[in-house]
């Protein structure tokens, strides 16, 4: 994706009551082509985590530019949730949607199997973009990326109301992809990095649109 792009990142649990089958049924058959459908979405990936921190769940959208996050398709699919929307996210927990600016996006075109992911609430110091690109000299390690939170897009989402506890989101979200999680860890020691990141592995990627195929 490159710099100046836009960035949906949604981390979620979901509460024991909920059927699983339905959750992944209603995400593969209702929710990504829905998402996916709006002008201007290019990509979606969703995650599952494997030991860390954060949220069970992990999707995120790469989107033209940050602005197709507040455009008139995407507010009015958010504000016209399907009836399996509106079951599936009562279920909804710990969720987070943070709307950001790609920074950063280094490394191998592609997805690698793993990702390592360092989100914040408070900005980091200087430099981190120079900074990230030094783990792709380590084995293991494909792409790094850096999301921040863009200012600019502050429109609410009028399907946080489904969601019990409400959204939070990030500042800042640094992600590291490879295939060995072990390596990344070491990569990220090396670096300096001392916050516990989460581990994620991947269960679903889209085909990548082309501008032309999705214009802003």
Request: hydrophobic share 40%; with cysteine; charged share 20%.
């Amino acid at each position: 994706m490159a710099k100046g792009g836009g960035l949906l990142c949604v981390m979620n649990d979901i509460a024991p009551a909920c059927d699983r089958r339905d959750y992944e049924a209603w995400y593969q058959r209702d929710h990504l082509p829905d998402r996916l459908g709006i002008p201007g979405f290019h990509h979606a990936r969703r995650y599952r985590r494997l030991n860390g921190p954060r949220a069970e769940f992990l999707t995120f959208y790469e989107t033209a530019t940050p602005a197709v996050l507040c455009s008139a398709p995407y507010l009015k699919r958010l504000a016209e949730p399907t009836d399996w929307t509106a079951r599936i996210m009562a279920h909804f927990r710990t969720m987070s949607r943070s709307i950001c600016c790609v920074a950063l996006d280094e490394g191998q075109a592609g997805a690698g199997g793993i990702l390592a992911l360092i989100a914040q609430q408070e900005a980091p110091a200087p430099g981190l973009e120079a900074q990230l690109p030094a783990m792709l000299e380590q084995p293991g390690v494909m792409r790094v990326r850096l999301w921040r939170a863009d200012p600019t897009v502050t429109v609410p989402s009028p399907e946080e109301k489904l969601r019990p506890g409400g959204d939070a989101s990030f500042v800042i979200i640094m992600v590291t992809e490879g295939t060995n999680a072990e390596m990344i860890q070491a990569a990220l020691a090396g670096q300096g990095f001392t916050a516990a990141p989460t581990f994620y592995s991947l269960i679903y990627a889209s085909p990548e649109k082309s501008k032309k195929e999705s214009p802003a």
